[in-house]
Nanobody
Framework: QVQLVESGGGLVQAGGSLRLSCAGSGSIFRINRMGWYRQAPGKQRELVATTTSDGDTNYADSVKGRFTISRDNAKNTTYLQMNSLKPEDTAVYYC???????????????WGQGTQVTVSI
C-alpha cells in the first residue's frame, strides 16, 4: 500500500550530472527521514545522504560538495542532485524513508526498488 519509486538513473560520463527522484505513494500521513543509499557490485550498501522533514541534511564524506539532497514534502518526494560524478559513484541507488501511515501510528521503514547509476571514464 506504500511504495517508494525512484527515477532518474542512467549512464553518464565522468564529470557529468544526474538527478534522482523518489516519490512516495499510497496511504501516507507523513514522511519523516528520507535518504539515499547505494550499493556497488561486491560491496555493502552505504549511506549517501539523508534529510529530515525539517530539512536537516547529512552526507557521506565521499559525496560532500558534489551531491545535494532535497525534498518536497507536499509531493512526498526527495531528490538527489549529483554533480561532478566519478566512476566510483557507479552503483544501484536506493531510496529509503521512515513513513507514518496514520496520525498517531508508528513510523515504518521502506525501501525503493533501486535505480542504476553508471559513470563512465
Amino acid at each position: 500500500q506504500v511504495q517508494l519509486v525512484e527515477s532518474g538513473g542512467g549512464l553518464v560520463q565522468a564529470g557529468g550530472s544526474l538527478r534522482l527522484s523518489c516519490a512516495g505513494s499510497g496511504s501516507i500521513f507523513r514522511i519523516n527521514r528520507m535518504g539515499w543509499y547505494r550499493q556497488a557490485p561486491g560491496k555493502q550498501r552505504e549511506l549517501v545522504a539523508t534529510t529530515t522533514s525539517d530539512g536537516d541534511t547529512n552526507y557521506a564524506d565521499s559525496v560532500k560538495g558534489r551531491f545535494t539532497i532535497s525534498r518536497d514534502n507536499a509531493k512526498n518526494t526527495t531528490y538527489l542532485q549529483m554533480n561532478s560524478l566519478k566512476p566510483e559513484d557507479t552503483a544501484v541507488y536506493y531510496c529509503n524513508a521512515n513513513i507514518r501511515r496514520i496520525r498517531w501510528g508508528p513510523d515504518y521503514n521502506y525501501w525503493g526498488q533501486g535505480t542504476q547509476v553508471t559513470v563512465s571514464i
